[in-house]
Nanobody, 124 residues
Framework: QVQLAESGGGLVQPGGSLRLSCAAS????????MGWFRQAPGNEREFVAA????????YYTSSVKGRFTISRDNAENTGYLQMNSLKPEDTAVYYC?????????????????WGQGTQVTVSS
């Protein structure tokens, strides 16, 4: 059974930075694509970023491109989302997810395993 646990969320001022982590248990993390999604109150869960199983390919939604960086450490079964230049509209619960394939995907339905989420609040 794969379990995913996010950490690193919190309250940050506009323009600030946070680094989210996603620790995976089980053997499915390495070699499989990982994604980050977010969900603000009243909104659908939306795609943020994804990284391929080897870490060689990344994909971002346009609103975070140039500000967020997704990465992974397969030896540690951990994924990361570095978020810089944060804006109030980035406020949401952030979820990591793993799919049973090595290529990236932006649809939430393509992912098989999900964490419980971590709250990110950007406010002055």
């Amino acid at each position: 059974q794969v379990q995913l646990a996010e950490s690193g969320g919190g309250l940050v001022q506009p323009g600030g930075s946070l680094r989210l982590s996603c620790a995976a248990s089980g053997s499915i993390f390495s070699g499989n694509a990982m994604g980050w999604f977010r969900q603000a109150p009243g909104n659908e869960r939306e795609f943020v970023a994804a990284i391929g199983g080897s870490g060689g390919s990344t994909y971002y939604t346009s609103s975070v491109k140039g500000r967020f960086t997704i990465s992974r450490d397969n030896a540690e079964n951990t994924g990361y989302l570095q978020m810089n230049s944060l804006k109030p509209e980035d406020t949401a619960v952030y979820y990591c997810a793993v799919r049973s394939a090595s290529n990236t995907a932006s649809s939430r339905y393509a992912y098989d395993y999900w964490g419980q989420g971590t709250q990110v609040t950007v406010s002055s």
